[in-house]
């Protein structure tokens, strides 16, 4: 019964783990930085676009904009990227969602623009505009809920059992 327990709260670890890292690893497009103050400069890359397939367009929407971008160069880690100048914007909050050459969505990512002098640029982006950390550690957090959940039950069914005895 003990070894039952045991392996089906490992079950349910790995399988929770299964299903919430994944969405970690899929950063297929950044914004770099992600913090940037009027008229910076921020680098917009879809990582997984296969440069064969045509340019990658990234459409930005934000305050006052609704503008595609075309991508420009081949990113050194692979994918497309392109340069954006923020002369002009409002600040708020920007959203970028990448489409492929071949027409297949490469995700988003989220940047925001400050006033000159305000909030210092930040070091990079990511593609859900720096909730990757958070949905890590819920991940975690999810982890070690099914394996606290799993002791629980552990723990009750070896004290009803000796109880039972």
Do not use: W
């Amino acid at each position: 019964m003990k070894a039952q327990a045991v392996l089906g709260s490992a079950a349910v670890g790995v399988g929770l783990g299964t299903l919430l890292l994944p969405a970690v690893a899929l950063a297929d497009t950044t914004v770099s930085p992600a913090t940037t103050p009027v008229g910076g400069t921020v680098v917009l890359t879809a990582t997984t676009c296969n440069p064969k397939d045509g340019d990658v367009i990234f459409h930005v929407t934000g305050p006052n904009r609704d503008q595609n971008v075309r991508s420009t160069t081949a990113a050194a880690g692979g994918g497309l990227s392109a340069e954006l100048f923020t002369a002009g914007f409002t600040l708020g909050t920007y959203t970028v969602a990448a489409t492929c050459g071949n027409g297949s969505s490469a995700g988003s990512a989220q940047f925001t623009v400050t006033p000159i002098g305000g909030a210092p640029a930040g070091g990079g982006g990511s593609s859900d505009g720096g909730t990757t950390a958070a949905v890590a550690f819920t991940a975690g957090g999810a982890l070690l809920g099914a394996g606290a959940t799993g002791l629980v039950v552990l723990l009750r069914r070896r004290r009803h059992a000796g109880a039972v005895a």
